[in-house]
């Protein structure tokens, strides 16, 4: 089979032809139509993968089934599914919680790092981790649900948001712009923090009552009685600061994505306000099939880039200079 395989730290991807996997008991076999490149993938390919490669980078990996092994009997051939890609250990406490994203084994289970993932024309995974896929939904469509989506969806219901509540929602890239409609499509009032004009632009159109800055979110918030909820999609931390004014007391600030800084938040705010902040990680499986229900009845799409394997390192380097709109996808 035709894979796309990071053999060194930092190098450009090769493509190579490789041994098709078989499935072992438990096991199916997907065959690959679309895999979503996530700056995860990045990550493992510059930096954390090195003592596991060569492998076979990608964790938003969609398809339809093409070999079932002992033992799995609520999956046919032919069924068109996606792969949960924390193929987790299934017995701690927290899997058997129904929470498999905080398994005590956690990142080291990750589908394109310690086992090889979906850039590639067949994946080996765990059945229990096949996620079946709305027939409204095409596999190019249904790919960065697999991350984007269901972080931001598990990142919204972490944060306790509730019907009717105000929910702001910080960074308007690949999280964010598929936050806003899971957002509104959950019951909520919907702003939306960018310093772009363009991408406030593009978040009204998605379902924001209101986008702009910080400052003038936080202002506009601060009129209607405040946020309930703040989703932190952006790496940067600084408009949390900025959004305080907006802010609702007991309202929450859920991390979903953050680096390299302190938290910009006075302590006095917390006590002042009775803040809660809340640290969100991925999604269970239950969030993928919630997240792809929602997408499906309320017409939620991602807005994707389409590449082949031949120019997968391409859309790579879009990707370190931030030049993706808003998800890339690799079409196999």
Same mark, same amino acid.
């Given at each position: 089979?035709?894979?796309?395989?990071?053999?060194?730290?930092?190098?450009?991807?090769? =493509?190579?032809?490789?041994?098709?996997?078989?499935?072992?008991?438990?096991?199916?076999?997907?065959?690959?139509?679309?895999?979503?490149?996530?700056?995860?993938?990045? *990550?493992?390919?510059?930096?954390?993968?090195?003592?596991?490669?060569?492998?076979?980078?990608?964790?938003?990996?969609?398809?339809?089934?093409?070999?079932?092994?002992?033992?799995? &009997?609520?999956?046919?051939?032919?069924?068109?599914?996606?792969?949960?890609?924390?193929?987790?250990?299934?017995?701690?406490?927290?899997? *058997?919680?129904?929470?498999?994203?905080?398994?005590?084994?956690?990142?080291?289970?990750?589908?394109?790092?310690?086992?090889?993932?979906?850039?590639?024309?067949?994946? *080996?995974?765990?059945?229990?981790?096949?996620?079946?896929?709305?027939?409204?939904?095409?596999?190019?469509?249904? %790919?960065?649900?697999?991350?984007?989506?269901?972080? !931001?969806?598990?990142?919204?219901?972490?944060?306790?948001?509730?019907?009717?509540?105000?929910?702001? =929602?910080?960074?308007?890239?690949?999280?964010?712009?598929?936050?806003?409609?899971?957002?509104?499509?959950?019951?909520?009032?919907v702003y939306a923090v960018s310093? !772009?004009?363009?991408? !406030?632009?593009?978040?009204?159109?998605?379902?924001?009552?209101?986008?702009?800055?910080?400052?003038?979110?936080?202002?506009?918030? $601060?009129?209607?009685?405040? %946020?309930?909820?703040?989703?932190?999609?952006?790496?940067?931390?600084?408009?949390?600061?900025?959004?305080?004014?907006?802010?609702?007391?007991?309202?929450? =600030?859920?991390? &979903?994505?953050?680096?390299?800084?302190?938290?910009?938040?006075?302590? $006095?705010?917390f006590t002042a306000l009775q803040?809660?902040?809340?640290?969100?990680?991925?999604?269970?499986?239950?969030?993928? *099939?919630?997240?792809?229900?929602?997408?499906?009845?309320?017409?939620?799409?991602? =807005?994707?880039?389409?590449?082949?394997?031949?120019?997968?390192?391409?859309?790579?380097?879009?990707?370190?200079?931030?030049?993706?709109?808003?998800?890339?996808?690799?079409?196999?």
């Amino acid at each position: 089979m035709r894979a796309a395989v990071a053999e060194t730290p930092g190098a450009p991807l090769a =493509i190579r032809e490789v041994a098709e996997p078989t499935p072992g008991p438990g096991e199916i076999v997907l065959n690959v139509r679309a895999c979503g490149l996530c700056y995860t993938d990045l *990550r493992v390919i510059d930096a954390l993968g090195g003592a596991a490669m060569p492998l076979i980078p990608g964790h938003e990996a969609v398809g339809v089934v093409a070999a079932i092994g002992g033992g799995v &009997a609520a999956i046919r051939v032919g069924d068109r599914v996606g792969a949960h890609a924390l193929f987790t250990c299934g017995d701690c406490v927290y899997c *058997r919680g129904g929470e498999e994203e905080a398994c005590v084994q956690g990142f080291t289970r990750l589908a394109g790092l310690a086992f090889d993932g979906g850039y590639a024309e067949y994946l *080996r995974m765990p059945a229990d981790h096949a996620i079946a896929l709305p027939d409204a939904l095409s596999f190019e469509d249904s %790919a960065p649900f697999f991350c984007a989506g269901l972080t !931001s969806y598990a990142g919204l219901k972490n944060g306790n948001l509730q019907p009717g509540q105000r929910v702001a =929602i910080v960074g308007i890239g690949g999280l964010g712009h598929l936050a806003i409609p899971i957002a509104r499509a959950m019951g909520a009032e919907v702003y939306a923090v960018s310093s !772009s004009p363009d991408k !406030s632009a593009l978040a009204v159109e998605l379902g924001a009552v209101f986008a702009g800055d910080a400052p003038s979110v936080a202002a506009e918030l $601060a009129k209607r009685g405040g %946020a309930h909820v703040v989703l932190q999609t952006a790496n940067s931390l600084t408009p949390l600061a900025q959004l305080l004014p907006g802010m609702a007391k007991q309202g929450t =600030i859920v991390l &979903a994505a953050a680096d390299g800084e302190l938290l910009p938040i006075p302590p $006095a705010f917390f006590t002042a306000l009775q803040l809660r902040v809340v640290g969100s990680f991925y999604g269970s499986r239950q969030d993928v *099939r919630d997240v792809l229900t929602l997408a499906a009845e309320h017409g939620i799409r991602p =807005i994707i880039e389409r590449y082949s394997f031949d120019e997968l390192n391409d859309a790579h380097d879009r990707m370190r200079a931030n030049l993706v709109r808003f998800r890339a996808v690799l079409v196999t």
